[in-house]
């Protein structure tokens, strides 16, 4: 039988402000509403790692899984990496000066110093017929490897601990597909999506979700449905 410790005070504050007191699937900021989830059902494992901050009714749809384990560490890692970067200090970039001097300017006016604060990014401009020349696909895409990425992250809870390289995945496909991610054809988006659901099918995660018959993604119909602000058709999950 597990044993139930309290949380510990700290703990509880360092949580609840990991959430900005809100819950962290429905965002209700009712604190009296408030409970806290153990990741691993184990209520005397008080890391913070393990614990996450739900409103009462997702937290009994975490306990009857309507929200999927999958979801709740996904949710949990993106607000641990949420609360670290928001107290990183933030780089401040370095200044430079250009002088300007010219004897020959007469009745101008010319500023001696010029300041520069930073360089313009530039956007990216894709071929016409590629993947990422459409914003949806391109958006799609990116929902897709950010998939992997929250499962790869969530598969260290498992076990496993191999190293891992985000830009892994986009050298993969480059070599798969003789171009650079969204650079391939637009014929090819199918197959591209169909290779990046496979990766996520196949990490521990998601075995452990098509086991249980949870969806590791949406599909591409029910995504363009929501960019477009339209209700999707039914459809069965992963499919194109």
């Given amino acids: 039988m597990k044993i139930r410790k309290t949380i510990p005070a700290l703990t509880s504050k360092k949580l609840f402000q990991e959430a900005d007191n809100h819950c962290s699937f429905c965002s209700v900021n009712d604190v009296a509403a408030l409970e806290i989830h153990h990741l691993d059902e184990d209520p005397g494992n008080n890391q913070l ?11 009994a ?9 999958a979801d709740v560490h996904t949710k949990k890692l993106q607000l641990t990496w949420m609360s670290q970067a928001a107290k990183r ?10 002088e300007v001097k010219d004897s020959t300017l007469n009745n101008s006016i010319v500023a001696n110093k010029v300041t520069f604060t930073g360089k313009r990014s530039q956007r990216m401009n894709y071929p016409a017929d590629s993947v990422g020349a459409d914003t949806i696909k391109k958006g799609y895409i990116d929902y897709l490897i950010g998939r992997y990425f929250d499962y790869k992250k969530a598969d260290a809870s498992y076990g496993s601990y191999r190293p891992f390289n985000h830009a892994e995945i986009h050298t993969t496909i480059a070599r798969l597909f003789k ?10 988006f199918a197959e591209l999506c169909g290779y990046i659901m496979s990766r ?19 599909s591409y119909t029910k995504y363009q449905a929501e960019q477009l602000g339209q209700h999707p058709p039914p459809a069965s999950p992963g499919t194109m």
């Avoid at 790692?49 to 937290?59: F, Q």
């Avoid at 996520?200 to 949406?218: A, E, F, H, L, M």
């Fill in 49 to 59: 790692g393990n614990l996450i901050v739900a409103c009462a009714n997702c937290h």
């Fill in 61 to 69: 749809k975490i306990t009857h899984g309507e929200i999927s384990p």
């Fill in 89 to 98: 200090p933030t780089p401040k970039r370095p200044r430079q000066s250009v």
């Fill in 179 to 188: 171009a650079k991610t969204f650079y391939i054809h637009v014929a090819r």
């Fill in 200 to 218: 996520v099918d196949q990490t521990i995660q998601g075995k452990r979700n098509t086991s249980r018959g949870w969806p590791n993604y949406d």
